[in-house]
């Protein structure tokens, strides 16, 4: 009886653990990266919510869990961004090139110059990218306040769900059909 | 109808495989609803919401030409509803593409 309650106090602890090095994770990646079953991740997490721990956010299909505190409704908006394709190559790019036109991104990401339009303005809104001026062209570059180390990091521990890549190549099929932006 | 067309028509597999087209295309455009309805979730764009509708009006076209085809309905209206639903879906896709917001 007593080693099933340490067994479960361990898991939860597994579970917070991997929360906090991993934010924004969602429960199938701990079920598959702590080898538990669906069911005691889902009771655990659902603990840890309650106790206030961690907190979640949704995002379409999957429920993003955080440390509790650790990280302001913004920054959830930047996990959320990161996976998801277009947004994160962007972002990519943007980092390997420092501040490269809007052609340049349209010309490398091979999409329709909507659909990357489309994308920016919402990195624009959520303070990732500004947008410089230079001349005739357009050149977009990291927010000042985004240190590019850290969004490196966290793209690496981010990838988008089969899912999540489907849905938005969805919308960009529509951004792409029609000249919105152009 | 020659004679060869009327006696493909007589094989119960062509029946089947009609069945299996119309679950199939029905089980796709339930994917296709559910991906659109997670698109907008993500990205709250309004013409997502077109192509919502504009799956669902085809899962419900080919859940239909399925019934007919099991279930006789004897439906006046069939002849009108099914090309209004096509044409519907048309429309839908139209605007998803021409409206800007």
């Not at chain 1, 898991?11 to 429960?27: M, T």
């Not at chain 1, 999540?164 to 792409?176: G, T």
């Not at chain 2, 504009?54 to 209206?77: K, M, Q, T």
Request: net charge neutral; with cysteine; charged share 20%.
């Amino acid at each position: 009886m007593e080693d099933k309650s340490s067994n479960s106090n361990l898991n939860k602890e597994r579970i917070l653990n991997f929360i906090q090095k991993n934010p924004g994770c969602y429960l199938r990646q701990i079920r598959n990266e702590l080898a538990l079953s669906m069911g005691s991740v889902q009771y655990h997490a659902y603990q840890l919510q309650k106790s206030g721990k961690i907190t979640s956010t949704r995002q379409g299909l999957y429920k993003l869990h955080f440390q509790s505190g650790a990280f302001q409704d913004h920054e959830k908006k930047i996990f959320q961004v990161l996976n998801q394709e277009t947004p994160r190559e962007i972002i990519m790019f943007i980092i390997e090139q420092k501040n490269p036109t809007q052609t340049d991104v349209v010309n490398w990401l091979g999409l329709s110059a909507p659909s990357i339009n489309w994308h920016v303005k919402r990195l624009i809104e959520l303070n990732i990218l500004d947008e410089v001026k230079d001349g005739k062209f357009r050149r977009y570059k990291l927010h000042d306040n985004i240190d590019p180390k850290s969004i490196m990091e966290l793209l690496k521990t981010h990838h988008p769900s089969l899912w999540n890549k489907w849905s938005i190549r969805l919308v960009e099929m529509f951004l792409s059909l029609s000249d919105e932006d152009k | 109808m020659n004679l060869l067309e009327f006696l493909i028509l007589q094989i119960a597999l062509f029946d089947l495989v009609e069945d299996i087209l119309y679950v199939v295309g029905t089980i796709f455009a339930a994917i296709l609803i559910a991906l659109s309805i997670s698109a907008y979730r993500n990205t709250h764009l309004k013409k997502i919401l077109y192509a919502i509708i504009a799956f669902f009006l085809f899962g419900v076209f080919l859940f239909y030409e399925f019934l007919e085809h099991n279930i006789p309905l004897d439906n006046p209206f069939t002849d009108i509803i099914l090309p209004s639903m096509g044409l519907s879906i048309l429309v839908l896709f139209f605007f998803a593409i021409v409206n800007k917001k």
